[in-house]
């Protein structure tokens, strides 16, 4: 059940991404990530404020939220300063690099998972693992030669960079994920609240600095209707992938890869919508992300 939870996530991940792009392009990035967030916080928060006015009702449909202690708030900060950083990296990234890189690069997140999750919850990888993981990265190299076709030289352009930090520290959150869902035992809905909250406390305090005190900056925003979209379908995505890893037999290191199926929609689908370059020749290394996900999958049997 947790591999079709995992599936799921995929689908509103890649939905989220498609309108990420379309939030970020001619647009503030800060402004936009706190608009998302935000959006995700209020969507979240009408469940929480039903579960306080009719909380019969709440139990019975399973959005019931714990009450926790102030120290598994401070663990939830650590995740809220976490994603925030690796968000910030992301759109910065987002805003200047196709969305056929940004998202293959992502894809290698899978990578990280894998050995973290070898080196601190001992999951045990097999061949058909360790040969799926190794075709993901392979991939992504072949993606920096489509990449150069476009002028963007990997090794010199520091958006790429700050791709590659994003994914390291989403892949960290992946892994800090399955403590808090399991050790601390949080439910989703829960984490999901919280955590957008703190996150929106980070971000209102980076935008004090970079963007409020700039009249400048803050006409140059545009409100779009992408932007509520986004933190609405990430809420989604991540309801699901907690509900998955809320399973004790779910593997942090299958659940990432199979969560990297969404590049289907990213390069085909957005490929399309945002008229980007090199779509024929990517969908080689596109293929090999795939085979490298599906022999995950296949080993999870």
Known sequence: MWIYLGL?????????NLCKKHAVQGNE???VLLGTVSSGFIFIAGFYIMSKFYPNYAAANGYQFQSISWQTHGFIFIKSAIMASS???AYQALKHLPI???TPIRSAGPFFTFIGAILIYNENPNALQW???FLIIFSMLLYSRVGKKEGIHFKRNKYIFAIIAATFLGASSGLYDKFLIQSLELNPQTLQFWFCFYTILILLVILGFTWFPYKHKRKA??????????????????YFYFKALQDPEALIMLLSAIKRSQIII??????LVFKEKNKRQKLVPLTGVLIGVFLILMSSD
Do not use: C, E, N, Y
């Open 8 to 16: 799921l996530a995929a689908l509103f991940i890649g939905l989220h």
């Open 29 to 31: 990035v800060f402004p």
């Open 87 to 89: 968000w910030i990296l």
């Open 100 to 102: 056929t890189i940004v």
């Open 131 to 133: 040969i799926g993981f």
């Open 221 to 238: 925003f545009k409100m779009k209707w992408s932007i509520p979209m986004v933190g609405i379908l990430l809420q989604a995505a991540d």
């Open 266 to 271: 990213a390069v085909v689908i957005g490929g």
